[in-house]
């Protein structure tokens, strides 16, 4: 009897409450995004949108989630790695409740800030019932697509993982505004082992030739692309497999899809040139392509004896010492004619045949240069201030200087004069972001340094507090790096102001573009002597202050120029200013 009264009370309130609360109409690609769509049972989430991270951030991408669905989340656990314009940050939960629901899966690049990333519940919710809140539309494209293709609604996107006791290896993003990377050398060969913190290879970034460290043990069985290539960051790059395997029988991905093409698996990225299945079905890797090529074999004329009907490099190895089979020549292009050496008497250039010309490949480097800077002459207004400023005082004490074996350029001198002027001048120390003027506290100095990939800009860090000495060792130092391609991003991402100098070329003024979000930039040029009112020979130098006119006004940009005259003139004000410095490290801090 109990029992029929207890369903009838459970009929009678599922018929009221669709009366009272009608069920709410969920879009369809966001219903695949539940595993309920009951409107008695329904929890509704709390939206996890995509913080601003970094000042200038407006995209993300997530690097890694720490949490699964289903996982408690206490305040000021980790929930992801997101990676912004700057760096990998890692984003923190104030709250307390479970993860429900992940919408953008790891890999996924772009994601707007404010866009829907991830649903919460309380903690005594049922988490496996949520459903999408009223009026949430912020959800990625990338993360709709995704889930609209995806099978059951309550199942995880399905993941290619790889066979266990391997690793998938992935290009990695090395800067935080690297794209794609080029594979300058591998440190590693097939069949090397690997050690956690051991090169794998050398990468060149679009800011510089950097290191890829792996941080587990191994050993290196398949590299998937030479040396050479160029990669998009995602896309696998190498196979590793756990000591005490056979390397040899390590399994080519099918698919190495880069992760932002391929939203449900983040680490399988593009285009399966590493393998080619023959007319046999036989499928092989790099190394075996290679062999076949410089033998001028067949795929179908040697049988595999590796899992998965896979040919082996040591097959092709054996059929050919047992064939006795030799290299055939490399097929090699006819040398181009090449024009006699034109005589006195005869035109230097040919009228009947075109100039020879070399195409020269673009570096990363260089592409991301030559993009930012035309964003800069495209969207900020560049004004400009120039001024004379005798630097003979300046020699006599660089003179002076040397004979007590103190060896500092002009250069030094300039940087620690601009950082003292920045002082006397905060309205120049700012950036532009947002559409707002940020005052910085500390004064960073970027220096800008000519490297063989293109122009890079390390920071002196707290300027105005070092030294004359320390300035010119920390110049030299970085300046060494940049060259060889060693520094790290933290080493050349941010600074206030920067200084360009081409005087030690002979250039005697020209413009520099200016490095955003950085409002100025001064170009130095060359000392030149002249006569002054009286025809006595001084010494002059020309600068030159490129500045943000939505940032900076002109007399404030001449009020800073009038200051680092003053200083340069007489160098006794860069003495004095110690106690601006002293002032300005005790008011940073």
């Known amino acids: ?20 609360a009608p069920r709410i109409s969920v879009p369809l690609k966001f219903q695949r995004l539940c595993f309920h769509t009951s409107g008695i049972l329904d929890v509704k989430g709390k939206e996890l949108l995509m913080p601003s991270l970094s000042p200038t951030m407006e995209s993300g991408t997530i690097v890694k989630w720490f949490k699964k669905e289903g996982d ?64 949430s539309t912020q959800v990625s494209p990338a993360a709709s697509t995704c889930t609209e293709s995806s099978a059951p609604a309550s199942a995880e996107p399905k993941t290619a993982e790889p066979p266990p006791g391997q690793q998938n290896i992935a290009m990695p993003a090395l800067s935080p505004t690297m794209t794609s990377g080029t594979i300058v050398k591998w440190l590693k060969q097939e069949g090397d082992e690997v050690q956690p913190g051991d090169a794998l290879a050398d990468i060149q970034t679009d800011k510089a030739v950097m290191s890829f460290e792996l941080e587990e043990e191994g050993v290196l069985a398949k590299i998937l692309v030479p040396e050479g290539s160029q990669v998009e960051v995602g896309q696998l790059i190498a196979v590793m497999v756990e000591k005490g395997m056979d390397w040899k029988q390590a399994i080519v991905p099918v698919s190495t899809k880069s992760a932002a093409l391929t939203a449900s698996s983040p680490t399988q990225p593009s285009a399966p040139a590493d393998v080619k ?7 092989y890797g790099l190394a075996v392509k290679r062999l076949l090529e410089e033998y001028g074999l067949s795929s179908d004329s040697i049988k595999g004896t590796g899992r998965t009907n896979r040919l082996l490099k040591s097959d092709v190895l054996a059929y050919i010492q047992t064939h006795n089979i030799k290299k055939i020549a490399p097929k090699t292009a006819p040398a181009p004619k090449t024009a006699e050496a034109p005589s006195l008497t005869k035109a230097s250039v040919p009228t009947d045949k075109p100039t020879a010309y070399e195409d020269i490949e673009i570096s990363n480097i260089r592409a991301v240069i030559a993009k930012r800077l035309g964003e800069s002459k495209r969207t900020i207004p560049h004004s400009y201030a120039t001024i004379d400023i005798n630097i003979d005082k300046l020699i006599e004490l660089r003179k002076k200087l040397k004979t007590e074996n103190i060896n500092v350029s002009l250069n030094d001198f300039i940087t620690k004069a601009v950082a003292h002027a920045l002082i006397e001048c905060p309205d120049i120390n700012v950036l532009y972001q947002n559409e707002q003027i940020v005052r910085v506290p500390k004064v960073d100095v970027s220096i800008a340094v000519a490297t063989k990939t293109g122009l890079i800009t390390p920071i002196v860090f707290d300027t105005a507090t070092k030294s004359l000495v320390d300035i010119s060792k920390n110049i030299r130092e970085l300046a060494e790096k940049a060259k060889e391609g060693r520094l790290k991003p933290q080493e050349f991402q941010g600074g206030t102001f920067t200084i360009s100098n081409l005087g030690m070329f002979g250039i005697k003024e020209f413009s520099a573009i200016i490095n955003p979000p950085q409002t100025a930039i001064l170009a130095v040029g060359s000392g030149r002597e002249e006569l002054d009112l009286s025809l006595m020979k001084v010494t002059k130098m020309t600068v030159q202050l490129s500045y943000d006119r939505r940032a900076i006004d002109e007399d404030q940009a001449a009020d800073f120029l009038a200051v680092l005259k003053t200083m340069l003139e007489d160098p006794a004000f860069l003495a004095a200013g110690r106690m601006q410095a002293l002032r300005y490290k005790r008011d940073a801090y």
């Open 72 to 135: 408690q989340i206490n305040p000021g656990d980790a929930i992801a790695d997101i990676q912004t314009d700057k760096a990998v940050v890692t984003m923190e939960f104030d709250d307390e409740g479970v993860l429900a629901k992940i919408i953008v899966p790891e890999g996924t690049k772009d994601i707007k800030v404010g866009t829907l990333i991830a649903l919460t519940v309380e903690a005594d919710e049922d988490w496996k019932t949520v459903e999408m809140p009223d009026g």
């Open 277 to 283: 299945p023959s007319l046999s079905e036989q499928i």
């Open 1 to 20: 009897m109990a029992h029929m009264i207890r369903s009838k009370f459970v009929l009678m309130s599922l018929k009221y409450a669709n009366r009272v």
